[in-house]
């Protein structure tokens, strides 16, 4: 069995504040949710000290921003050299890819972004569930719940949910083309506790999303499923990863109201689906919990450790 030694070093922010992650790694370094250069730099300092003298197998660099390219710098000046580096920053420099050892990702899509002699760096990783933060005990209610803001298609949404048997909440702080569906309840911003109550209350929940490879809509769409819930969402718009049509979910078409509504049509009339869909994803659902999520981690220190 291989021993690890793993230097942490991350943003005090979503999972890498709670007890989880710092029992499963007990060297660390944290800065402040929002660091600015300043603080990342003395950080990025921190944490080359660590190295030198307690010699970790891997550094893991947790939504750390700017200490990214920081630590490749070191890498390409000849440091760094025996430290393992893995990181889960979007949008990396070709340049940096080269410097790290494996970078993770929330979408398998995000390979394609970069040279083919890069993508066996980049990792696919569940994104973990934020209804781990509150403590929520899910139900089913009678309505159909659908929240976020960034790169939503919440007209086509509105559309396709129209006049159908059922309420539908929905939590967002864009401007929703009017009038509205006389069956729509919208709120603004509510507290993280609030939310993931009103998803985990909900029938089924809705993320439909701008098709476009950038990632966006995991945070959402992994709650849902942590919490049990089935999620509806839209086909190539960089979560084809998470919903498997028929099991867990379904993905409609990009911004195709019939795609949509033929979905909540069926998820409404067909109970024997719903109750299969839902046992399949109550039984799954431990796969976005941060216990799972620590084990992802822990596996891609270890594949880059024997590689």
């Not at 139900?139 to 129209?162: K, S």
């Not at 809509?217 to 498997?244: E, F, M, N, P, W």
């Not at 993905?251 to 109201?257: K, S, T, V």
């Amino acid at each position: 069995m291989i021993r690890m030694k793993i230097l942490l070093i991350a943003r005090s922010r979503g999972f890498w504040t709670t007890d989880i992650c710092k029992q499963a790694f007990p060297e660390h370094l944290f800065m402040s949710g929002f660091p600015g250069l300043l603080e990342q730099a003395w950080t990025a300092l921190q944490g080359v000290r660590r190295i030198a003298l307690e010699s970790p197998d891997v550094v893991l660099l947790g939504t750390s921003m700017k200490i990214v390219p920081m630590f490749a710098v070191l890498r390409k000046i000849g440091l760094l050299r025996k430290v393992k580096i893995i990181t889960d920053k979007q949008f990396l420099r070709p340049w940096v890819a080269r410097m790290i050892d494996a970078n993770i990702v929330y979408s398998s899509g995000e390979r394609e972004q970069y040279p083919a002699a890069l993508r066996h760096k980049f990792v696919f990783v569940p994104f973990p569930s934020k209804s781990e933060l509150v403590h929520t005990t899910p139900a089913d209610g009678a309505y159909v719940f659908c929240g976020g803001n960034n790169m939503r298609d919440h007209e086509t949404f509105l559309r396709a949910i129209a006049n159908l048997p059922i309420r539908v909440k929905v939590v967002t702080d864009r401007v929703l083309p009017t009038p509205l569906p006389a069956n729509c309840d919208v709120s603004g911003h509510v507290p993280l506790d609030t939310y993931m109550r009103l998803m985990a209350d909900a029938l089924f929940v809705v993320v439909p999303l701008e098709s476009n490879a950038l990632p966006h809509g995991h945070c959402d769409i992994s709650s849902a499923l942590r919490l049990g819930k089935i999620v509806v969402s839209t086909r190539r718009a960089s979560v084809d990863d998470y919903i498997q049509d028929g099991v867990n979910g379904f993905l409609a078409e990009p911004e195709n109201e019939a795609s949509y509504r033929a979905i909540f049509e069926r998820l409404i009339s067909d109970q024997a689906l719903y109750r299969q869909l839902a046992a399949h994803n109550q039984e799954h659902a431990r796969e976005y919990s941060y216990e799972a999520f620590v084990e992802n981690l822990r596996a891609v220190c270890k594949k880059a450790m024997t590689s």
